[in-house]
């Protein structure tokens, strides 16, 4: 992996009217043309993503959307489109002109009742005949400071990404925290079977490689097949076995006793989610019978393997336990019921591809319509019956 994975970017959306300056905001941010820019309102039909460092925030991703006026024919399916940019959002920069106010403010009570953090700027200043009247205005309006600024001529530009440098987050997660500690040997068992990406590892496995080398951890790898030979070769009991969720129970029977057992799928869960929700959403199992209906959620959108473990190991698990006539629907990337009531359990995969802040959001929306959520590696571990042997948290 040669650059940032976008879901470890901070998200920043810009959010406005139509030609409110969104488009050009992101050339000026990225100092290339990366979104298509014109007068004709509605020019930017779906949301727009570019990757960009910014000096003291890191490494981001730019997102421009469509107008949040858009009355066209598909204007509100766009505007739609855009309200669900929101559940990926961490950063929200909001662009007010001299045509009104109440679209950005109820955008702004929005973002402050989902703790997102927004930037208010008055852009295309340029074109405005009282800037400074104007400004205050606004900021009387949402209690809130407002950068003037005009992406054309350049004003307000440093001020803005001076701004967005200061909000270097904080909560530096770390995906094995708590699990490991510099100079424990950890083994990672990794099936490579046929859902696995030919020459390379998945985006999980490469991520806590990557960690557990910076944390100055031990790092020994192989395959649930090769882990016996794995273990002999060691001088000592692997402090850590992390495996992938699917090979639980082939490892745990291998597991030295001394040695603690978790899989990808549980550290993404508590890197991404909610561990203590997913751990309390699978106690749901014991009310699912053949009559129930289940939600499998899939964060990627891949072409599905003969053995893919969301679309065809998790089914024949839950089918075997629970009757073959288990309602079982399955959704991925972006697609996600806004109605969760109808099922009686969401499970999520480890969600490598989102931010944490997408997790999260699908987690609350779950949690406040009382659906019960769990994760791939929680019901993986109940299903084989071993969930209380391994580590959760």
Known sequence: MQTTPTAERVHIALLGRCNSGKSTLLNALTAQQSAIVSPIAGTTTDPVRKAIEIHGLGAALLIDTPGLDDSS??????????????????????????????????????????????????????????????RRDIESRINAPVIVLSAETGEGLAT????????????????????????????????QDKSAPKGRLIQP??????????????????????????????????????????????????????????SFSILFA?????????????????????TSRILIAEACTHTPQNEDIGRV?????????????????????????DDLTPYDLV?????????????????????????AITNYGVILAALSGILDRVRIK
Do not use: W
């Open 347 to 371: 499970i999520h995969c480890g969600a490598c591809m989102f931010n944490r802040r997408h997790v999260l959001s699908r987690v609350e929306r779950a949690r406040k319509q009382g659906v």
């Open 205 to 262: 496995q490469v991520q806590t490689i990557r960690e557990l080398l910076d944390r100055g951890c031990t790092i020994t790898c192989c395959t649930p097949d090769g882990m016996a030979a794995a273990l002999s070769a060691l001088k000592r009991s692997p402090e850590l076995i992390i495996t992938d969720s699917q090979a639980f129970e082939q490892v745990y029977s291998l597991k030295p006793a001394d040695s603690t057992l978790t």
């Open 73 to 134: 024919t598909l204007g509100e399916e766009r505007v739609s489109r855009t309200a669900k940019v929101l559940d990926q959002t961490d950063i929200a920069i909001i662009l007010f002109t001299d045509a009104g106010y109440d679209i950005e403010q109820q955008i702004i009570e929005e973002c402050r009742v989902r703790e997102i953090t927004t930037i208010a700027v008055l852009a295309q200043a340029d074109r405005i005949a009282d800037v400074e009247a104007l």
């Open 160 to 191: 803005l990404k001076e701004r967005l440098g200061t909000l270097r987050a904080t909560d530096q997660r770390l995906i094995t925290e708590g699990f490991c500690a510099a100079g424990d040997s950890v083994l990672l068992v990794m099936p």
């Open 313 to 337: 190991k998790l089914p024949r698990l839950l089918r075997k336990r629970f009757g073959e006539e288990l309602q079982i629907d399955i959704v991925g990337g972006a697609e996600y019921p």
């Open 270 to 290: 508590r890197y991404k989610g909610d561990i203590e929700l997913f751990t309390e959403g699978v106690k749901a199992l014991k009310n699912i019978t053949a």
